[in-house]
């Protein structure tokens, strides 16, 4: 199960450094999953995940087989864009099709770069793209609601709670705030989901930091910051000047490049990571000698449903999951000291995976 991240941003902010640090960084990733080039602005990477490395050196996998992680270079946006100004119509148009919206914001100072507002300010950026996306929900809602008038004379139960919740949306919208701020009740989650607004979708702020700034960040990432817990959004601070120059070396150069900035690991894996997280998605783990392979399920998945992210079959004719914690696995040293130990569990069809499980699925055919 991949997800995809659109890249969002005024024009000069760094947008197009990092999405080209993304693909020639995923271009050198191992050879299981090769960069793919689906279109010109789309790309995937491998999620970063040291626990499946550990397992494959337990287990003496011949492969080692990542989880992946979609990203979406959207057309830039002006003000103006929920009119079609600019390339508005295409920017909407991608920013549906995406699962969270990674916000690249311009925190550095730069005489040579030239800021499309003639100033440096990460916050008002933010709110330029954000009000954008609310006018282009507005305008949807009024013509949705319209649209459902026939249906709610009729009675009809699903328009009404259609038109119950876009209300909850316009109201909060009309407020100044985006729809993801409203308070939605589990029975109503499936439908809001539905709905398909833009400003529900999650967002991480992406703040691009001076060389200079990436280890501690600085004046403008702090006010970002600030802005991204006000909001229960999440932040990441990366200098995407960095990043793409690391996409030019090899791991060794990488490692000691990173060292001498006083960094412990690249921006991009933070990135990759935090987004991985803001979608509430968790990783268990099938491993053997032939393949050690994660896969990404949403945090609540039962067993069934994570057996058939591998495959249809195992879901529909599933029996048990033979499951191991991480934890147990590492210290065990693989299935077999687990199983001695007591370690291995049979687990049913209720059964929640967490993250980390190392899971064996016995099904049907």
Not at 143 to 154: C, D, E, H, I, P
Not at 183 to 194: F, I, L, Q, Y
Not at 211 to 223: D, I, L, M, P, Q
Not at 256 to 264: A, I, V, W
Request: aromatic share 6%; charged share 25%; net charge negative.
């Amino acid at each position: 199960m991949g997800f995809k991240m659109g890249i969002v941003g005024l024009p000069n902010v760094g947008k197009s450094t990092l999405f080209n640090a993304l693909t020639k960084t995923a271009a050198a990733q191992a050879a299981n999953f090769p960069f793919c080039t689906i279109e010109p602005n789309v790309g995937e990477v491998n999620v970063p995940d040291q626990r499946l490395d550990t397992l494959a050196e337990i287990a003496k996998s011949k492969q080692i087989i990542p989880t992946r992680m979609t990203f979406v270079d959207i057309a830039g946006l002006v003000k103006g864009a929920s009119q079609g100004e600019g390339l508005g119509n295409q920017f909407l148009a991608n920013i549906r099709e995406v699962d969270a919206i990674a916000h690249v914001l311009r925190c550095f100072e730069d005489g040579d770069v030239t800021h499309v507002e003639g100033r440096v300010d990460p916050v008002a950026d933010a709110e330029v793209i954000e009000t954008e996306l609310m006018l282009a929900d507005l305008e949807s809602i009024e013509k949705r609601r319209a649209g459902l008038v026939r249906k709610l004379k009729g009675n009809d139960k699903e328009a009404a709670q259609q038109d119950r919740l876009l209300a909850e949306a316009q109201a909060m919208l009309e407020e100044g705030k985006p729809a993801r701020m409203v308070e939605v009740s589990e029975e109503d989650a499936k439908a809001w989901k539905g709905l398909q607004l833009l400003t529900t979708k999650p967002i991480l702020y992406v703040c691009n930091v001076d060389e200079g700034s990436a280890a501690t960040g600085n004046a403008f990432s702090a006010k970002v910051e600030a802005m991204a817990a006000e909001q229960g959004a999440a932040s990441v601070v990366i200098s995407a000047q960095i990043e793409e120059e690391i996409s030019q070396l090899d791991a060794e150069e990488a490692v000691e490049f990173l060292e001498e900035l006083g960094l412990s690991e690249a921006g991009l894996d933070r990135l990759i990571r935090t987004g991985h997280d803001l979608l509430q998605l968790e990783t268990y783990f099938t491993v053997g000698p032939k393949e050690a392979r994660a896969w990404t399920i949403k945090t609540g998945t039962t067993a069934p449903k994570a057996a058939g992210v591998i495959h249809g079959d195992f879901e529909k004719g599933f029996i048990r999951a033979e499951t191991i914690a991480y934890d147990d696995f590492v210290a065990c040293k693989g299935e077999q000291g687990a199983k001695e130990a007591g370690k291995m569990r049979a687990e049913g069809k209720g059964y929640v995976v967490k993250d980390g499980d190392v899971l064996h699925f016995l099904f049907n055919t």
